[in-house]
């Protein structure tokens, strides 16, 4: 008499074993996805303080600072050159703690720029830059006070002449 062994057939545990991969496959993507979308939350939320960091600055002195001096060490610019704000704010998510994230160039970023973020100004105005992670798009933020320029001779203004008609 012959005994009946009971057990897994090797299709039933293959059949296991890609479902669990395709699982795993799909949790990872997903893992990386919602990082790369907190960190670019994380990125623009930092913007916001520098922003308003860099408008307080032009408030007091006149002008925004120079692209030396936010590409500083991160503790410098946070207490020397923006007034106490936190030094975190400089640091993209991806970097290594401590470590200012702004280009040292002036230079715009491009897609295939190693640095995350960027500092472009001629203490007139600013442009900031940061690449998301999620898209790696390039997000720009302008300064809010444009230079504003002045007309020597008013008198030599161009003059608009509007005519209306009904009829």
Do not use: W
Request: glycine share 4%; aromatic share 8%.
């Amino acid at each position: 008499m012959r005994k009946a062994i009971s057990g897994f057939t090797i299709v039933e545990i293959l059949v296991t074993v890609s479902l669990i991969g395709i699982l795993a496959a799909l949790s990872i993507i997903s893992y990386d996805s919602i990082t790369a979308s907190a960190h670019d939350s994380k990125r623009q939320a930092s913007f916001s303080v520098i922003q308003d960091a860099l408008e307080s600055y032009f408030n007091k002195n006149g002008e925004y600072p120079s692209c030396s001096a936010m590409s500083q060490d991160s503790n410098t610019v946070a207490t020397s050159v923006l007034s106490d704000i936190d030094a975190t704010v400089l640091t993209s998510p991806s970097s290594a703690s401590g470590t200012n994230s702004f280009a040292s160039s002036c230079a715009d970023l491009t897609q295939g720029s190693t640095s995350d973020y960027a500092y472009i100004s001629d203490t007139s105005k600013y442009t900031l830059e940061y690449k998301k992670e999620s898209t790696g798009d390039i997000v720009a933020i302008e300064s809010q006070h444009a230079p504003t320029s002045t007309v020597a001779d008013p008198t030599s203004a161009p003059s608009v002449s509007i005519s209306y008609t009904n009829g």
